[in-house]
RNA sequence: GCGGGCAUGGCGGAAUCGGUAGACGCAAGGGACUUAAAAUCCCUCGGCCUUAGUGCUGUCCGGGUUCAAGUCCCGGUGCCCGCACCA
């Protein structure tokens, strides 16, 4: 018999298009279709301009569960979308004189046709750009609701401010302390910014995390964290030297009052008032302040900085202890947006404290001691202890614990009205205004007569104008006179429009509800949203599991509040992928070359790699996430026209476990190439032979086919709904050696009906990872059918069962025997069995063992 | 700096709740088929050994708990992700 290969160029687009013809995958999610439903959405993409195998890898996974959800008999909505304001494009438009909206809806053109390419189950009557006017639109009445109802405010907060670009940079853009473009040294600036109120629900969204069963134990350690809920005093410092300052007393905030008795001295932040009120007449206090301002925003630049402070000249009196004075220090590591901006500095039990003390040479007095040596405080050279212990030297807390201390110490602070309990989040507000134009405008107008006014719901949608150019930095939407320029909504005189837009987080934070009904006059339908949210299944990067989960979560609450729907959490289920990663060719010096542009040779072991175009050699270096700057790419439209979208799929799917990275080989690709001209080789050589054949009868049959058939679909189903495709692979894997190993020649007929069951089920169960040579296999197996739109064969559970278990038998803990038992045997009789073998008995020389333990389906373990 | 994670053969990984470490795949080596190559099929494949044995050893390093540890606990090392204006 004669087989061809298998030509997925040729394939794939013709499946594509019968299942495009059909709307196979068009979910209907009106209120009277009866099915249970089921929402798996992936992280939609930013339209950078071609998708790349971290999309692939993404959207392949979430393909696989939309797949076997929907033969499983759910209503499956599956729909995709482009989360399309942001910087790229803009950049775009500063070097390449295009315009962002132009650019973005090219670039979403491209990426479709690639992605429409994967042949995923995809929903693509849903699809909406988040930079579409009907989109944005219902994000500015959201805008206007949230304001409405008190979610949103105004305050000022710090901006990275390029003095040469004139522009606001993100912390992306400044490298080292300097602006990306222009070089200049970059400077904190104020500017007053809009917020939302996320910090309102920071004990919500912390109680809630405890619901969401369905997300990683570790996001839910993050956003604990980082909501940050810690119990505390505000503790009042009286100033007893205070010079021209105006306030009585200092306010701190601390977690461990506890430690009162080792403190030192006082850090009050840069920002604080009273810094800056001192800094009006002190210079060098001033200098001091303008370091600080240089720092940058970011909380890793502030924190890596070297601690440095500045000794105010003032001092205040110690709670506890009488007579005693702390300086007050102006310090770059005191944060003014946490607690009160002020902290009580203690050394030996801070590390932060410590290095500051100990560059500054301030006292270090240890009041805790180790649980180890509790009548000694413990000894603190360059690191404090801040483990738990017993409080020594200190008043009334001295011989408690840690917590209790906190409690004692909080306590009598009170008391004498010297401190008030206190619960803190770290959690600060969302700030959302962006002084850019490609985002989603600020729905508000300023008028000099009536304030900060809020359009009105009958002008939207606020549409960004397109005659903008952008051969200067800054936001063009300051120079627009025609826009800018607008009549007050309360009293219509002439007023300015709002020109900063909002964060593209908030773009994401709902269009997975607008997916439900994306063409709806309001944001949402809420009977819809309530029905189909929260989403089922999520699946994207890990890098989102702080800001866009939580900011999500926050908006469910919001929109529920303002009415649109009643639903808090977002997502039910969250899968976090890993990363697509690849040998990197080059170093810093010579540049960096993709793979596609060098061969990888192979001689005795070592590899080297060549360039194609001069056959110079380059150095191979180390395996890192896919990225433009490295150029380790691969592009996806490369593979899929060399082996086609089912292998590229396949090989995301296959090997490393879907959390984890996954590096992409060559030799993977091919492996994965090779695997599917196997399947198809397989049902090629069976095709005419089990066309005419019967399936198998229900009576006796046993066979190790029909075993290993029904054993299969069972693990894989239970996989698939673990999202462990990299066993479900396995597991086929298996199964096509074992329905390799049947000889054509055997052609008995209940060999040849447990064969045709054995193809039918191998071929539904690779339909969700690889649907089109899937089609093609179902098709010449002689069905008439789409195998995309069967449902999901059943398995039979005795069939899926073993008649006998092998058990290991170990003794003292080392294996030396098996025994084969029955699952139904007990363990007495496990035990029985066990002690009779003769290798136990040569084990055991007449002695009897100490002790037998038995775990039933498991282990023996004979302890002499 | 802070928060979170990961570490198993030459490589990716498997090992359900603490119960046979290395399933499955890739690479490599040997063989079959072929004029030859590709494709395909078969075999071997963690390390060690005067004893080739249901032998010893082995899951990043050092301790510990347990009848039993890749898995749990304590202490290290290395790498990765996030840190609020990248998306």
Known sequence: ???????????????????????????????????????????????????????????????????????????????????????????????????????????????????????????????????????????????????????????????????????????????????????????????????FKISDYSEELLGAIDTLNDWPAKVKLMQSNWIGRSRGARIKFPFVKSESVVEKELICFSTRPDTLYGASFMAIAAEHPITLELAKTNAKLQDFVQQCRKMGTSAADVEKAEKRGFDLGLTVAHPFIEGKELPVYAANFVLMDYGTGAIFGCPAHDQRDLDFARKYDLEVTSVVASLDEPDQPYSVENTAFIDDGILINSGPMSGLRKAEAIDKAIDVLAENNQAEEEINFRLRDWGISRQRYWGCPIPVVHCDTCGVVPEKYENLPIELPEDVTFDIPGNPLDRHPTWRNVACPSCGRPAKRETDTMDTFVDSSWYFARFVTPQNENPVDPKAANKWLPVDQYIGGIEHAILHLLYSRFFSRAMSVAGHMDISEPFKGLFTQGMVVHETYGNKDIGWFQPAELEIREDEGKRTAVRLDNGQEVPIGGIEKMSKSKRNTVDPDDIMQTYGADTARWFMLSDSPPERDVEWTDA?????????????????????????????????????????????????????????????????????NVLSGVKLETQDAPTVSAMREGLFVLIQVIAPMMPHLAEECWKALGNKTVVSAEGWPQFENSLAQDDLLVLPIQINGKKRAEIEVSPEATPSEIEDASLALDVVQKFLDGKSPKKVIVVPKRIVNVVI
């Open 1 to 195: 018999m004669t087989t061809e290969r298998y030509n997925p160029r040729e394939t794939e687009p013709r499946w594509q298009k019968v299942w495009d013809d059909t709307n196979l995958f068009e979910c209907d999610t009106s209120a009277d279709n009866e099915k249970p439903n089921y929402y798996v959405l992936e992280m939609f993409p930013y339209p950078s301009g071609r998708i790349h195998m971290g999309h692939v890898r993404n959207y392949t996974m979430g393909d696989v569960v939309a797949r076997y959800k929907k033969a499983k008999g759910y209503e499956v909505l599956h729909p995709m979308g482009w989360d399309a304001f942001g910087m790229p494009a803009e950049n775009a438009a500063m070097q390449n004189k295009t315009h962002p909206k132009g650019w973005t809806y090219d670039n979403i053109a491209a990426m479709r046709k690639q992605l429409k390419s994967m042949g995923l189950a995809i929903d693509w009557s849903r699809e909406f750009a988040t930079c579409d006017v009907d989109y944005y639109a219902q994000q500015q009445r959201l805008f206007l609701d949230f304001l409405k109802h008190d979610l949103v405010y105004r305050k000022n907060a710090k901006v990275n401010w390029d003095p040469v670009d004139m522009t606001v940079l993100a912390n992306e853009q400044v490298i080292d302390g300097k602006g990306w473009r222009s070089g200049a040294d970059v400077e904190q600036r104020e500017l007053t910014q809009w917020f």
């Open 668 to 736: 993977g690709a091919e492996g994965a190439h090779r695997f599917v001209q196997r399947i198809w080789r397989l049902v090629q050589i069976w095709a005419d032979t089990v066309a005419s054949a019967d399936l198998p009868s229900s009576d006796a049959d046993i066979s190790t086919l029909r075993k290993a058939t029904h054993k299969t679909l069972k693990a894989i189903g239970e996989d698939i709904e673990k999202l462990s495709f990299n066993r479900a692979i396995a597991r086929i894997y298996e199964f096509v």
